[in-house]
């Protein structure tokens, strides 16, 4: 039995809020043949919404390795200390970067900050259909953001922060960082090239990935990716895929290339690899 572990966005999901019919019937083929299919993605449980949800997942691993998840059984999560909170939103409020900080049940931010992501997502779908901006992957992050005192979030279990781009590089947010906490960059085009992701140190989808080969007991594993938080899959798995539009690091560091998500990559990825 194979596990195979799929990115969301740019991978499974298009950021149009779609998964294509090809990869829907890829997947339920290989779960009848005896494989285990897991969604491993950066997003929080709560952003699992859409057409997303319309797939049963033999697993979750969400908030990028922060949260495990079979079934109803949350098998592993890891929340950020409140000392690391407090850490984090004086470093965000002193640099001016706008954050959401995010929980398995809610992804929160203050007024200011979800102004700015309504921006973003105006900017991003000014061209598109009333039904596509419905489903627009910036708009439902929008619609799904919980607007608080952001002075209290230490009171809220965080696992992840995302933060916007802002006037501060992200090689330097990294630098200053990087010795207490993990960093990774843009994983969300609409929220800039200078955006980025903070988790606990140690947390990423990899930590997922070898709780889930323990759980199923499975022979090897199989992952498929496009961004650079999917880099940490392909080093704990035995096969690793990149989409056709992953960047050039992820195809760089894959054993196989599979064709975009547009062209039906998870598929053909499934064909090559004899899931299906």
């Not at 779908?125 to 799904?144: A, F, M, W």
């Not at 930590?207 to 999917?230: E, T």
Request: glycine share 6%.
């Amino acid at each position: 039995m194979q596990a195979v572990f799929l990115d969301a966005d740019g991978t499974l999901f298009h950021h149009e809020g779609y998964i294509p019919d090809s990869a829907k019937k890829a997947i339920q083929k290989a779960q009848a043949n005896g494989h285990k299919i897991i969604l491993c993605t950066g997003r929080q449980l709560v952003e699992i919404y859409g057409d997303l949800a319309t797939i049963d997942y033999d697993a979750i691993v969400a908030g990028a390795g922060a949260v495990t998840k079979v079934g109803e059984t949350i098998l592993d999560e890891c929340a950020f200390s409140k000392e690391q909170i407090q850490t984090l939103k004086a470093y965000m409020d002193a640099h001016d970067i706008p954050a959401l900080y995010e929980s398995p049940e809610a992804i929160y931010c203050s007024k200011q900050d979800k102004e700015k992501v309504k921006a973003i997502a105006d900017h991003w779908c000014k061209d598109l259909s009333e039904e596509e901006r419905k489903n627009h992957g910036i708009t439902l992050v929008y619609e799904h953001l919980s607007e608080i005192d952001t002075n209290s979030i230490d009171q809220y279990p965080i696992v992840k922060i995302t933060f916007l781009e802002s006037n501060t590089p992200f090689a330097q947010i990294k630098n200053d960082l990087s010795n207490d906490f993990e960093l990774i960059q843009a994983t969300f085009a609409p929220l800039g090239k200078e955006s980025g992701e903070i988790a606990a140190y140690g947390i990423d989808k990899a930590r997922g990935m070898r709780i889930l080969k323990d759980y199923f007991h499975a022979d090897s594993l199989i992952a498929i990716g496009d961004a650079q938080n999917d880099l940490c899959m392909f080093d704990v798995a035995d096969v690793s895929i990149a989409m056709g539009n992953a960047t050039e690091e992820v195809k760089q560091k894959a054993d196989r290339i599979t064709a975009s998500l547009e062209e039906n990559g998870i598929l053909k990825a499934f064909e090559d690899l004899q899931l299906i």
